[in-house]
């Protein structure tokens, strides 16, 4: 290939990361690591700054996980690699599809292979459609049966208020707290955004900020400000939220 291909890397354990750079360097000597990253909101924003030709992305990682900064780098047009510590089961996920993976530690002759496929599809035109792909990993993933939020409790002066989360239109990370906003009112809680993350159905609630989270059927329009950034109006609320250069690529298309 006579074009420069660039590549993002994002893994949460430096020794890791470390020598996955190094084996880089060694098997793919032309390709160009304009990022690497400890951590996904680090990896989102290098996503959406340089749109990566590549992504190797450890599946888990803290505060934004390696399938939302996967679906950056599609968007930008990328291929992706992800690096997991999955067992051999929870791996059958991958080997349908167009992603490839890589099972911790990673060995230099299984990376060997991952580069030959991956500079193979970039003489190639994609027909895939890896926005699906990603999501459908997603869903397999999933721990079957994995805990969701169903109620909020939370602390109003003197008395807790339990609110229900089909009621919440947004979480806003505030200080040391977040704020639970519903149509009518709003309440703080003490529990960090990233922990509630972890229980929210992700096809009910989007991150569209390091520190905010929304429901995406409230969602009536996206805009741009006069600064040019990027800002979400929901139905029947007057506040409008900020929407971060990382998390842009949700709205493409809508």
């Known amino acids: 290939m006579t074009d420069t291909v ?10 890791q990361r470390a020598a996955l750079l190094e084996m880089l360097e060694t098997l793919w000597p032309g390709l160009d690591v304009i990022a690497a990253c400890e951590d996904g909101i680090t990896a989102l924003q290098a996503a959406a700054e340089h749109r990566p030709r590549v992504a190797f ?5 803290p505060g934004v996980g390696g399938l939302d900064v996967a679906r950056a780098v599609v968007a930008g047009g990328g291929l992706v690699v992800f690096t997991t510590a999955y067992d051999e089961y929870a791996i059958r996920a991958f080997e349908a599809g167009a992603v490839d993976y890589l099972l911790k530690p990673v060995s230099e002759a299984r990376l060997r292979l991952a580069v030959d496929r ?6 190639q035109p994609s027909g895939d459609d890896l926005q699906a792909l990603v999501d459908d990993l997603e869903a397999r993933l999933r721990p079957q049966g994995e805990r969701q939020i169903r109620w909020i409790s939370a602390s109003i002066g003197d008395h807790v208020r339990m609110i229900g989360i089909d009621e ?8 040391k707290y977040v704020r639970v906003v519903t149509a009518d009112d709003e309440a703080l809680i003490r529990t960090p955004l990233k922990e509630l993350l972890g229980g929210l159905d992700p096809d009910t609630f989007w ?11 409230t969602i009536d329009r996206v805009r741009r400000d006069e600064l040019g950034k990027t800002r ?23």
Do not use: C, K, W, Y
């Not at 919440?168 to 200080?175: G, I, K, R, S």
């Not at 991150?207 to 059927?217: A, E, I, N, Y």
């Not at 979400?232 to 298309?253: D, K």
């Open 118 to 123: 991956l500079q193979e599809r970039l003489r």
């Open 168 to 175: 919440v239109l947004f979480f806003q990370a505030q200080d």
């Open 57 to 61: 992305l450890d599946i888990r990682m």
């Open 207 to 217: 991150q569209v900020h390091r520190g905010t989270v929304v429901r995406v059927s």
């Open 6 to 15: 660039t590549a993002l890397v994002a893994e949460d354990e430096a020794p």
């Open 232 to 254: 979400i109006q929901l139905r029947g609320h007057r506040e409008s939220l900020p929407v971060s250069a990382a998390f842009v690529h949700r709205f493409r298309g809508m």
